[in-house]
């Protein structure tokens, strides 16, 4: 306990009605936070050092859980959808109340400060007050870590309230179970309640600066991972799971600016985040060794399962969950950038994994197209990545990340547009899926081949060559890519059936444009004028 800064807390914990509790931990070091919830028999040491924990009931977001205070803020500017789901002032201040008086009977509770946002002018300083040293640890590892000398004079400007053990009542708060993530932009408060699963905290946050920064900054939030190359030249990654985001942004001959939050002021792009909240299912040291060497002591591991009679963590059992995930500070990756600020971007990479393999492997987009397929969101779930998925099942989620989006998807396309034109901005849509057929029939497209082709555009390698328009898509297919086969550049030729190949491609058209009926009231003729044909 650091008893220097221990004092502005106290006094302000008492106004928010947390002040009597017996023992506060305030800021303490990722060594103290591992060694109580050892004691506390919260979680146990793999043989790395890294703590690994059960989050038990929810191994994951629960969605229909998270509400948004709907008030004069609120109510005219979030696009209310079952995403964004409203709850009324009232039900605020009772689950609140609840929360207070479960942290009062705590015999001790877990306070951090810390802050997000990497670039100074648009930093948003946070306190996290948590039931479990679990939780704090994980708010040390994802968030920004002030310096010691700041503390003493540190005022937070938002509040997270983490309860994980507390069962609300649901009739009494109006909601639908026990337990609710609730997020109030007037109170500048998140309540978290009756979940143990960490990513609650960092998503509430993410959330929210989805919310302050385009409305009210005039920044673009992105759920994106990025780096930078030797040059200097910013390249974003926008994919959903399973379309090799990490993978693809995880390049050794460039620095990591973060994995997955980031935001697009007028000259440059930050990080959200301090820290990694990466998945672990299948890790292993040849495939992804960065991730796998950051499970070490300070890194928390969660839901994941020992091989029997051992503190050696098997990545490829997901009996849990396969949301397996680890959290560590970024600088456990050794080419992460500090502070991770980058200029503005020169290359956008859209990823999909498309299962009906109909989709170019690299093709490069207009604005409109940008921004259509922004919107779009699309990828494809395959059988192995959720339980129960039989056959490939389609997604689209709006701006590649639509459970933290509070605006309307137009509202943050039409953002990106205005930087993609003022910047000159190259934009890609990259298939990491299936050629030559859809999934069992075709092929994967090769990740040597993937990493080829986003080198060639990164490097403008794909400036001065000869491209060719898809008939259904109408984005522009290059005829030819440095290291990659030529064959395999225009989908058709890959597939031995064209009226097949036809057929898919138009049943893919049908469902973007079925998809993208509900935004049409909501964006720009470029954009609508952007939609597939058939």
Known sequence: MHAHALLPPIKQLAALGLGNTSTIHYQLSPDELVQQALMRREGELSDTGALVISTGEFTGRSPKDKFIVKDEITSDTVNWNDLNQPIEEKYFSIILQQVQDYFSNLAEIWVRDCYACADRRYRLNIRVITETPVMNLFAYNMFLRPEENVLDNFRPEWQILCAPSLKLDAVACGIRQHNAVVVSFKHKMALIAGTGYTGEIKKSIFGILN????????????????????????????????????????????????????????????????????????????????????????????????????????????????????????????????????????????????????????????????????????????????????????????????????????????????????????????????????????????????????????????????YKTDPVFRVAVPVSVPGVPSEILDPVNTWANKDAYNEQAKCLAEKFISNFRQYEHGVSPEILASAPVF
């Open 211 to 466: 919310f302050i920064l385009p409305h009210e900054r005039n920044v673009l939030s992105m759920h994106c991972s990025a780096n930078v190359g030797r040059n200097g030249d910013t390249a974003i990654f926008f994919g959903l799971s399973g379309t090799g985001k990490t993978t693809l942004s995880t390049d050794p001959e460039r620095m990591l600016i973060g994995d997955d939050e980031h935001g697009w002021t007028a000259d440059r792009v930050f990080n959200f985040e301090g820290g990694c909240y990466a998945k672990c299912i299948g890790l292993n040291e040849a495939k992804e060794p960065e991730i796998f060497h950051a499970v070490k002591k300070g890194a928390l591991v969660e839901n994941v399962v020992f091989f029997p009679g051992t503190n050696t963590v098997n990545y490829n059992n997901g009996s849990i969950t396969e949301n397996t995930r680890v959290s560590y500070p970024l600088h456990y990756i050794s080419n992460s950038l500090t502070p991770s600020i980058g200029d503005a971007p020169k290359n956008i990479f859209f990823l999909t994994c498309d299962a009906y393999g109909v989709l170019p492997p690299i093709s490069r987009l207009t604005p409109g197209q940008a921004m259509y397929q922004f919107i779009s969101g699309y990828t494809a779930k395959i059988p192995g990545t959720e339980t129960g998925i039989k056959e490939p099942k389609l997604t689209f989620s709006a701006c590649f990340g639509a459970p933290f989006m509070p605006l309307h998807p137009g509202r943050y396309a039409e953002m990106l547009g205005k930087k993609i034109k003022n910047g000159k901005v190259k934009v890609w849509l990259v298939n990491t899926g299936w050629s030559g057929g859809p999934f069992l029939i075709g092929n994967r497209i090769k990740l040597s081949h993937t990493r080829a082709m986003i080198t060639a555009a990164l490097g403008g390698l794909l400036e001065n060559i000869e």
